[in-house]
């Protein structure tokens, strides 16, 4: 069955670093690749969405590189913020037309000052 | 205004009761989603449904029912709660297939005396 892995439960970094988050997939051929942030007592939001023919998607302090040959997507904060401290989910879309979206466990990320 | 909002947020209730959660979008999507996500935080795909269709999740128990008065609403019907049904429920919105984000309410905190 489709399986989606986000290797770290939690990332602590110190404020202005890079933070790298990893998702792994097995079992399956996405042809899209999205990441999503959850804050405590609410619902995920979306951040950025990577197609299989893309490599690299930006946007602003975030990247999203998306390996096809390896399976794996790996998720980028530059100039790392305490605000930017969250769950991120990776989401791979599931079978059938409608876009069912399967969730990684997420890794929450601590940003300290 | 918010673009998907659940109602009510939190709900407690006994074992063996029947329940509803509402939700509404605002954002003209025409497919909306339950999703399930337990104390682990792993959010897991219930149900999805457009105004043609509705996709259920094997591993649903039928006790859980979706309702959709018109395309801006899915309401969420549980019967018979049991102790395992304890969990925070989101609804979301897309345009369905995988190229698309989903807009996700803050969620309905269930819990189960």
């Known amino acids: 069955s489709q399986k989606i892995e986000q290797n770290s439960e939690a990332l602590n970094i110190q404020e202005g670093k890079t933070a790298t988050l990893t998702c792994n997939y097995t079992?399956?051929?996405?042809?899209?690749l999205q990441w999503y942030r959850q804050d405590p007592g609410r619902g995920p939001v979306f951040l950025l969405l990577i197609r299989e023919n893309e490599k690299e998607k930006r946007k602003e302090r975030l990247k999203v590189t998306f390996d096809t040959t390896l399976k794996q997507s790996l998720f980028h904060i530059t100039a790392s913020q305490p605000a930017d401290s969250a769950t991120y989910l990776c989401?791979?879309?599931?079978?059938?037309?409608?876009?069912?979206?399967?969730f990684g466990k997420g890794t929450k990320l601590s940003v300290k000052p | 205004d918010t673009a998907v909002s659940q109602t009510p947020k939190y709900l407690v209730t006994q074992m063996g009761n029947d329940k509803s959660i509402k939700c509404e979008q605002n954002?003209?999507?025409?497919?909306m989603y339950w999703y399930k996500q337990d104390s682990k935080k792993f959010l897991k795909i219930m149900f999805s449904y457009n105004n043609k269709e509705l996709i259920i999740n094997e591993t649903v128990p039928n006790r859980f029912s979706p309702k959709s008065p018109d395309k801006a609403h899915l309401n969420l019907h549980i019967n018979s709660l049991e102790l395992g049904d304890s969990a925070v429920y989101f609804c979301a919105s897309g345009t369905g297939g995988g190229h698309q984000p989903q807009h996700f309410g803050d969620g309905t905190r269930l819990s189960i005396l």
């Open positions: 989401a791979l879309v599931g079978d059938g037309s409608q876009g069912n979206l399967i």
């Open positions: 079992n399956y051929s996405p042809a899209y």
């Open positions: 954002l003209g999507h025409d497919t």
